[in-house]
C-alpha cells in the first residue's frame, strides 16, 4: 500500500505565480528594502524561490511559531518556538507563509510583530483556505485561493513528510503502513522508495 499523491497546482505553475508575486512586491517596494520574515517550517521554500525573484534589497528573518491546541480545537493562542534573530524596529516586514487557513496564526501574529515597531508590516502567503476562516486576516500578496483540502507539498507537510515535492499537491494517506509512495505526477505514475 502506499499514500496517494495527486497534483493540485503543478510546479510549472507555482513557479509562474511566483516569479508574478516577486515582480509585484519589487514595484511595491521600489526605492525601499524588504525584510522577509520566514515563518518556519513550512513558510521556507516560499521564502527562498520568492526572495529570489524581489529586486529591491531583501533581507531575511525567520520565526517558528505553534498553537496550543486542546484535544478537539486550536485556541488561537499561539506559542513563539522560535522568535527573529533581529529587531524590526523601522523594518518593512512581510511576512511569508505558506497557508492561511482558520487565519488564527497570523491574527494572533501580526500584532505581536506590530508591537515591535516596524515601519510596515504586509503578509505573503502561497495559498489561501477563504472557505476555512474563523478571523479575518488580510492577505496583501496570495498565491492562490484553494478549496477545503489537505494539501502537501512546497513546504507543507503531512506528519512531516512531503515537505519538499515541488508542487502542491493532495493526499490520500495508507493507514496500513506502506513505505512506498505512489505520485501521479501530472498524469504519469512514479513509484519512490
Ligand atoms: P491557521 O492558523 O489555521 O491559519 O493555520 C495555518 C497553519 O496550519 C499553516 O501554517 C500550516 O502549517 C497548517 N495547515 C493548514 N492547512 C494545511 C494543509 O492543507 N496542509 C498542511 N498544513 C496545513
Ligand atoms: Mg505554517
Given at each position: 500500500m502506499a499514500d496517494r499523491i495527486s497534483v493540485m497546482i503543478p510546479e510549472s505553475v507555482v513557479d509562474a505565480k511566483?516569479?508574478?508575486?516577486?515582480?509585484q512586491i519589487s514595484k511595491d517596494y521600489a526605492g525601499k528594502q524588504v525584510h522577509l520574515i520566514c515563518i518556519l517550517k513550512g513558510g521556507v521554500f516560499f521564502a527562498c524561490e520568492l526572495a529570489k525573484r524581489i529586486t529591491v534589497p531583501v533581507s531575511l528573518d525567520f520565526m517558528q511559531v505553534s498553537s496550543y491546541e486542546n484535544a478537539t480545537k486550536s485556541s488561537g493562542i499561539v506559542r513563539i518556538k522560535k522568535d527573529l534573530d533581529d529587531t524590526i524596529e523601522d523594518e518593512e516586514v512581510l511576512i511569508v507563509e505558506d497557508i492561511i487557513d482558520s487565519g488564527k496564526t497570523l491574527h494572533y501574529l501580526i500584532p505581536v510583530l506590530q508591537?515591535?515597531?516596524?515601519a510596515s508590516i504586509r503578509l505573503c502567503a502561497l495559498l489561501n483556505k477563504p472557505s476555512r476562516r474563523e478571523v479575518e486576516v488580510k492577505i496583501d500578496y496570495l498565491g492562490f485561493d484553494i478549496p477545503d483540502e489537505f494539501v502537501i507539498g512546497y513546504g507543507l507537510d503531512y506528519a512531516q513528510q512531503y515537505r519538499n515535492l515541488p508542487f502542491i499537491g493532495t493526499i490520500r494517506p495508507d493507514t496500513t503502513g506502506g513505505g512506498i509512495v505512489t505520485e501521479e505526477v501530472e498524469g504519469d505514475s512514479v513509484e519512490q522508495e
Open positions: 511566483i516569479k508574478e508575486l516577486g515582480e508591537q515591535r515597531n516596524p
